[in-house]
Nanobody, 115 residues
Framework: QVRLVESGGGLVQPGGSLRLSCVAS????????MGWYRQPPGKQRELVAT???????SWTDSLKGRFTISRDNAKNTVDLQMNSLKPEDTAVYYC?????????WGQGTQVTVSS
């Protein structure tokens, strides 16, 4: 099993930045995909971005440019740098680990963008 622990959420003003971090523990497979999803209030969970161990990324197009995803295979971490935050970025952000049909989720971290 893979356990994921997120950190870095909080309250930020519009235009501000936050960096989310996720640490994975357990047996981390080199061909796994890790990433971030988010669930805005009253809406379904949606993809933010994913990244393979080789650094290949997949994005929700509207977020690419403001957000950056990175992965450190030696430390088993995946980070999400979020810049120019907007109120509509308010959501619970979840870290994800995927290997074939196996999925593991973190507990989520709240990001609130408000003045």
């Amino acid at each position: 099993q893979v356990r994921l622990v997120e950190s870095g959420g909080g309250l930020v003003q519009p235009g501000g930045s936050l960096r989310l971090s996720c640490v994975a523990s357990g047996v981390i497979n080199a061909i796994s995909v890790m990433g971030w999803y988010r669930q805005p209030p009253g809406k379904q969970r949606e993809l933010v971005a994913t990244i393979t161990a080789a650094g290949i990324t997949s994005w929700t197009d509207s977020l690419k440019g403001r957000f950056t995803i990175s992965r450190d295979n030696a430390k088993n971490t995946v980070d999400l740098q979020m810049n120019s935050l907007k109120p509509e970025d308010t959501a619970v952000y979840y870290c994800n680990y995927r290997l074939g049909s196996y999925n593991s989720w973190g507990q989520g971290t709240q990001v609130t963008v408000s003045s």
